[in-house]
């Protein structure tokens, strides 16, 4: 068992702060290059601490721009530059690399978007209130796994447009350059009524009853399942969908298009 106190003081200060009590852009240092993510990231709040596992960079007096580069890094576009060299490990001459991709005109729209994915817990509530300028709640992130999937899609979108990336050009890259997201989109990912991720067994069972969206052909009894960690029963609604990504790729693309033409 090691020293806390050599620990913490080993651990590095940024001038004369320690560089725990910052918030920092954390990504696994594993490089899976053909699985669903290559690029795995998120915003780590003060006091949190990782070993080799995780790389991190940080931007000390600049939460706005901290939380603009990872909204960047968390999107498919930086993702698919990680991957488009194939590596074991990604550390900070990779992440140095990837293009500041964002534009003025739509810096609003992804910090409003990824804050609302990070921000999970009051852990993160003044990294909120730094960007947003009012009171962190329990209201403020997306919890909903399909409007939370919308939220990364739409950010995956405002990248692209920022960087100069075409509709067409970002579906291709989906399409041919992640096949293990794409198969979960058409094949694993369903959410039923209200936006709940559908679990395995039910998704299972479901199929196997021709997919019907009729509740007298899938009752209640065989849509409820309990969760594994809470212990709290659900009872997913009917009806069950995927999701199209290119489709909502495309829809999103088009939308903030025109926003960004209004506003000029």
Request: with cysteine; charged share 25%; hydrophobic share 40%.
């Given at each position: ?19 725990r009590?910052y918030?920092?852009i954390?990504?696994r240092?594993?490089?899976a290059?053909?699985g669903?993510?290559t ?17 991190s960079l ?5 939460t ?20 488009a060299?194939?590596?074991s490990?990604i550390r ?6 990837l ?11 992804l910090?409003?978007?990824y ?7 009051e ?5 909120w ?9 329990w209201e ?6 399909r409007?939370?999937?919308r939220?990364?899609l739409?950010i ?6 920022s960087?100069?990336?075409t509709?067409?050009e970002?579906?291709?890259i989906?399409?041919?350059q992640?096949?293990?997201?794409y198969?979960y ?11 709940r ?11 196997r009853?021709g ?8 009752s209640?009894q ?5 969760h ?18 290119e ?9 903030f298009e025109r926003m ?5």
């Open positions: 068992r090691g020293n806390l106190s050599t620990y913490d003081a080993a651990y590095g200060t940024w001038g004369d702060t320690s560089i009590d918030y920092r954390g990504w240092n594993m490089a290059n053909t669903e993510r690029l795995i990231s998120t915003v780590i709040p003060p006091d949190a601490v990782h070993v080799d596992g995780v790389f940080g931007l000390p007096g600049d706005r721009t901290l939380v603009l580069i990872a909204a960047s890094m968390s999107s498919l576009l930086s993702d698919f530059l990680i991957r060299a194939p590596k490990t900070r001459g990779s992440a140095s690399r293009p500041q991709g964002w534009s003025p005109r739509f810096e609003e729209e910090l409003t978007r804050l609302s994915l990070v921000c999970m817990t852990a993160y509530s003044d990294l209130r730094s960007v947003m300028f009012d009171g962190w709640k403020c992130p997306v919890r909903n796994a409007d939370r999937r939220a990364q739409e995956d979108v405002l990248v692209a447009l960087l100069g990336v509709v067409d970002l579906v291709t989906y399409r041919t992640f096949p293990v997201l198969k989109d058409h094949e694993d990912y369903l959410f039923d009524a209200n936006g991720l559908v679990p395995t067994e039910i998704r299972q069972a479901w199929k009853a997919s019907p969206d009729d509740a007298s052909r899938f209640v065989a849509r409820t399942a309990i594994p960690s809470s212990g709290v029963t659900y009872a997913y609604d009917l009806p069950f969908q995927t999701m199209d990504r489709r909502n790729f495309r829809e999103a693309y088009a939308r960004d033409a209004n506003s000029a």
